[in-house]
């Protein structure tokens, strides 16, 4: 017999069938093995079940190492005899991948272990959680309760099913103007808010959604802007505000400024004058925030204004605003929010600042409040504020952080960050022999 010629039952004939056999045997258990680990498996997930579908066979692998038909319910280990189905033990902790990206889909983080072992979310089917009433119930009980990572699901939740289906839109708004509890009022407001975000994105003309979508942005828009202007509730005008970050700013500007003025609630106001800082620098948004930074008695609102204008470009009237709180407001919160928003405006107006923020370093006063300063200070000026630290070197105060701040740039650092490292660095050394010094 040639060498090339194999008899029946040869060694070579068997490998090769083994091979066959073993290949197809692989490519089955390879199919099987991806199907368990596949994030999108996890039950009662509704982002997962619109990202994909997996087949699954009818047996899987237990805790205990043990094939038994799948979905059979296994011991958490909590509560003997309490049974908890093994694919929500086994769903990803964060939001599911999308088939063909890896990107997660948008959806809320997950403990499903804690999820799962949840008396009320255990007993209930997975449909229930598609029910705006049901959710809300649970979101009142996660409020409770104090649970933020039950609550965190649940208002993922809202946001998947409105999505899904926008013509839910009006039980949506109905239900913010019922409920009073604060905490379920802002996942509904975030739900709304993400919502109208999806429907702000370019849409093709012909998608069979787009006249839900933009009735449905219609609709919340025209209710947030009614609630933000009358509702008696301030949570419920709080709230109401973050659903509008999406809508046109033509829309919502003029309700934004007059509630900023005039509303009788210091916290109303002070969200109002935060939309504000969002929106653009419009001359009469400008106008608004500086006259509430001059005048608001609430130093929350005032805040609130100073952190409003750190984004306006350096307008000179918001500049001498700055400074104007700089100098002369009573609350040191205010004060330091005003050098802030003065640091991010650009090198002309940090260059008209430093001189007076110098002279208020020198001010005795609160020993945290003038330490903080001073780390702003340098943050602001770096070099060009060396001049107006030698005199503080001795202030019984910040002496120690105006000497450290001198000898780093004496080596040679600019860079603000890399200055503020170096103190950080002698902070740590300096704590560091104070807990090593003998007792």
């Known amino acids: 017999m040639s060498p090339s010629t194999s008899a029946p039952g040869s060694p070579r004939l068997v490998v090769i069938v083994a091979f066959l056999i073993g290949g197809t045997l692989g490519a089955v258990v390879g199919r099987w093995s991806a199907a ?7 039950a009662g997930d509704p982002a997962s079940r619109r ?13 205990d190492g043990r094939v038994r038909p799948r979905g059979a319910a296994v011991s958490t280990g909590r509560d003997p005899g309490t049974p908890v189905a093994e694919a929500d033990l086994d769903a990803p902790e964060s939001g599911v991948v999308d088939a063909g990206s890896s990107d997660p889909v948008r959806s809320p983080e997950r403990d499903p272990v804690d999820l799962a072992r949840d008396g009320s979310l255990a007993a209930l089917p997975p449909e229930a ?3 705006l009433p049901t959710l809300l119930a649970e979101l009142e009980k996660a409020s409770a309760e104090g649970s ?5 699901y649940l208002g993922g939740l809202l946001y998947d099913l409105l999505v899904q289906e926008p013509t839910l839109a009006p039980e949506y708004v109905a239900a913010f103007r019922r409920v009073s509890d604060p905490a379920v009022l802002e996942w509904l407001g975030d739900a709304l808010g ?11 003309d012909d998608d ?5 979508l933009t009735a449905m942005r219609k609709l919340v828009t025209d209710a947030m802007l ?3 202007a009358r509702d008696p509730s301030e949570d419920r005008r709080v709230a109401a505000m973050e659903p509008l970050r999406q809508a046109e700013w033509s829309e919502i500007g003029p309700t934004l400024r007059s509630v900023a003025r005039g509303a009788q609630s210091g916290e109303v106001r002070a969200e109002a004058v935060r939309m504000l800082g969002r929106g653009p620098g419009q001359p009469e948004n400008v106008g608004v925030v500086m006259d509430l930074l001059r005048s608001d008695a609430d130093p929350e609102v005032r805040r ?16 001498q605003a700055l400074l104007d709180a700089f100098r002369q407001d009573p609350d040191g919160d205010v004060r330091l929010e005003a050098v802030e928003a003065l640091a991010r405006q650009g090198a002309g107006p940090r260059a008209m600042a430093l001189p007076a923020i110098g002279q208020g370093l020198a001010v005795a006063g609160d020993v945290e409040y003038r330490r903080r300063l001073l780390s702003t200070f340098v943050r602001m000026g770096g070099r060009d504020a060396s001049p107006h630290l030698g005199g503080l070197v001795e202030d019984p105060q910040i002496g120690v952080d105006a000497a450290d701040y001198l000898a780093i740039m004496a080596e040679g650092v600019t860079d603000w960050r890399q200055i503020m490292n170096a103190k950080r660095n002698r902070d740590r050394a300096r704590d560091r022999q104070r807990e090593q010094a003998p007792k």
């Open 304 to 319: 609130e204004a100073a952190r409003a204008l750190r984004d306006t470009g350096g307008s000179g009237m918001s500049t």
């Open 36 to 42: 368990l680990q596949e994030p999108g498996a996890a």
């Open 226 to 228: 009614d609630v933000v």
């Open 129 to 131: 959680l598609k029910h």
């Open 194 to 204: 993400d919502a109208l975000d999806e429907a702000s994105n370019d849409w093709n």
């Open 51 to 63: 990202s994909m579908t997996v087949s699954q066979p009818p047996v899987e692998t237990g805790p």
């Open 148 to 152: 933020e990572r039950k609550a965190e």
């Open 208 to 212: 069979p959604r787009l006249a839900t």
